[in-house]
């Protein structure tokens, strides 16, 4: 069993997406800190200081300064301001993907392009033109 499993986990495809997988939680990490740390607050400024983090509605009807305080009083919340957050991260990792394989689609598409070889003749074909020639020589 643990030979199987070995040489299902070192076989091509399974690393290959393993090391995807570990590169795509690295980038999204980077991804969600520009968002939270450099666009955000740049969109906040541009609309007059809103901070997107602390945007909120508490499910009590009350009014609380911040989240934290909201769940302190033990208030329900609706984050739509980290939602939002959380979707222009997604865009920008979507799009990211969508670059990555638009460029391996367009490598792929070259790599058809190529020439191929001429295909064998059947085999038939081979044998009647060898028959062909030895007849010719008599």
Do not use: W
């Not at 393993?18 to 607050?41: E, R, Y």
């Not at 920008?92 to 070259?110: D, E, P, Q, R, T």
């Amino acid at each position: 069993m643990f030979k199987e499993f070995k040489d299902f986990a070192m076989r091509g495809n399974v690393v290959d997406l393993a090391v995807g997988f570990i590169l795509g939680g690295a980038f999204s990490t980077i991804v969600k800190s520009l968002v939270t740390d450099i666009l955000m607050p740049v969109i906040g400024m541009l609309m007059g200081g809103v901070n997107f983090s602390g945007l909120f509605i508490a499910l009590d009807s009350q009014t609380y300064a911040s989240i934290e305080a909201a769940h302190e009083a033990g208030a329900g919340t609706i984050n739509y301001g980290i939602f939002i957050d959380n979707v222009i991260s997604f865009i920008i990792v979507a799009f990211a993907l969508f670059l990555i394989i638009k460029g391996i689609n367009s490598m792929k598409k070259k790599e058809e392009a190529a020439p191929e070889a001429p295909a064998a003749p059947p085999a038939e074909q081979v044998l009647l033109t060898e028959i062909r020639d030895l007849l010719a020589k008599k």
